[in-house]
């Protein structure tokens, strides 16, 4: 592991960001925990997306879709015959690797040089990625259903309901943020290759039209560059990457990556895919519904393509916290877009054993806590209190001191400039919008 990751590793797990799924067991490989503050960054990170893409555009209707679904979806979806890595065996160690990941495959082969092994590996085969549970309450008649592979279907197998429900205009958007398995052969790089992990998609529908299809496909593209860039991604470490016809998945006639520069190389954090009417036509042909729809103004009927924006949260989670980690003389520092900040601002008495100062202050932070997410801080000397939040990405730290009994203002100390000002106290509200 890099050594930056490998830092924010240890940073997330020592300051309550994450944690390994199940640790005092063992931990369970490829699956995470989320403490309080990579709680709330999680939160204000899909509610960043919400507003973009949902609530900023018309015409968007945000779902919320069951995880487990009948087995005939990922039948019809194509997910139970193509939705495969290609799995290799290590001959000698039976280790199992993905045969496209020629580091994982590198690091192995070096493992046994180092023990004077010369190795090799089994032809690939085919390995699918769904997750199986059994469902059922009498143990025989249990049946076999899949974790959903992508959230993407349960946006689909309810097309029809939101045509009926709605009545949309097209072009016309499904959103949804939720949870998707895979059972990844190589997970790793911490978060960024998980078993368990979120989605934020959009599917858009649209008339099957070239035309059309060119304009709202560079229209998302742009916006979903534009999100993560207002969010204060260096840009120079963000791309587009279009794939290579061998590359795409089963469902895409082309895709686009937005990828950014991890420690370890160029990784893909979005796609913007084209699904053509691959999801539609097939559900219509499995479950037998009429999946079209009827135009009212040009009183065309048609099966619409689809373009799709799928990102990933936990591996947009990641890549803003490495993109914000900072190392600087004397302090360790996640510069955080606000937005994202876990806290928006801690509240500190200058002194815990001034009565008159802690109760003060308590009144600010239980005031503004009924707005902001904001934490209190009490421990040690007001150093050791800037630190310790900087390493948190919290934006403003506000003290309140023996002049603030006097005149009602207080120090506000900046994150990234380290400078202080006073203000009074009742602009402090408006400095944290
Ligand atoms: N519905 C389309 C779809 O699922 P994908 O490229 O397979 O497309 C979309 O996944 C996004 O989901 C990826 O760009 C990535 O951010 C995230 N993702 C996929 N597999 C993941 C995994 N094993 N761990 C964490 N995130 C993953």
């Known amino acids: 592991m890099s050594d930056k990751l490998e830092k924010i590793v240890s940073l997330c797990k020592r300051r309550g960001f994450i944690f390994p799924g199940s640790e005092i067991y063992g931990g369970l ?54 939705f495969n890595d290609p799995l290799i065996e290590c001959k000698v160690c039976h280790e199992r690797v993905r045969s496209d990941q020629n580091e994982e495959k590198k690091h192995h082969e070096e493992w046994h040089k180092k023990r004077n092994e010369n190795i090799d590996w089994t032809e690939p085969k085919k390995f699918n990625l769904l997750v199986e549970a ?39 958007g499904i959103a949804q943020i939720g949870k998707a398995f895979r059972n990844e052969i190589t997970p790793g ?10 989605q934020m998609e959009l599917q858009w529908y649209i008339k099957p039209d070239q035309q059309e299809w060119k304009r709202w496909f560079g229209y998302w593209k742009e916006l979903r560059m534009k999100w993560y860039l207002s ?3 260096d840009k120079d470490r963000i791309h587009f990457r279009k794939q ?19 420690p370890f190389g160029w990784r893909e954090c979005e796609g913007i895919h084209d699904r053509s009417d691959w999801d539609l036509s097939r559900h219509s042909k499995f479950s037998g519904q009429d999946l079209s729809y009827f135009d009212p103004e040009t009183k065309e009927r ?21 993109d914000a980690y900072c190392e600087e003389e004397d ?34 932070y239980d005031s503004l806590r009924k707005e902001f997410s904001v934490v209190w801080d009490d421990r040690g000397n007001i150093g050791k209190r800037y630190y310790s939040q900087d390493e948190i990405g919290t934006p403003v730290c ?17 994150r990234d400039s380290m400078e202080q000002k006073r203000i009074i106290i009742s602009d402090i509200n408006g400095l944290l919008n």
């Open 29 to 82: 490989r490829g699956t995470w925990d989320y403490g309080p503050l990579g709680a709330e960054l999680k939160h204000n990170l899909k509610q960043s997306w919400w507003d973009s893409v949902v609530k900023s555009n018309e015409n968007i209707f945000g779902i919320q879709a069951a995880i487990l679904m009948n087995p005939k979806v990922w039948q019809s979806s194509g997910h139970t015959e193509t």
């Open 134 to 172: 059994k469902l059922g309450v009498v143990e025989s008649e249990k049946s076999s259903v899949y974790l959903r592979g992508e959230i993407t279907q349960g946006v689909h197998v309810n097309f029809k309901n939101i045509i009926d429900s709605m009545h949309p205009k097209i072009p016309f």
């Open 189 to 198: 790089n911490f978060t960024y290759r998980s078993r368990e992990f979120e």
């Open 231 to 233: 969010l204060g991604m």
């Open 244 to 262: 290579d016809s061998e590359e795409l998945a089963h469902y895409a006639r082309e895709a686009w990556d937005i990828e950014y520069e991890t």
């Open 302 to 322: 048609f099966i619409p393509w689809v373009i799709e924006t799928s990102g990933g949260v936990d591996r947009a989670l990641l890549f803003f916290l490495l």
């Open 331 to 364: 302090r360790v520092v996640l510069k955080l877009h606000p937005k994202l900040a876990p806290y928006k601002a801690a509240v500190f008495p200058l002194l815990k054993n001034k009565p008159e100062l802690v109760s003060k202050a308590k009144e600010i």
């Open 398 to 414: 506000i003290t309140v001191d023996f002049q603030t009994l006097e005149d009602g203002t207080v120090t506000i100390r900046d």
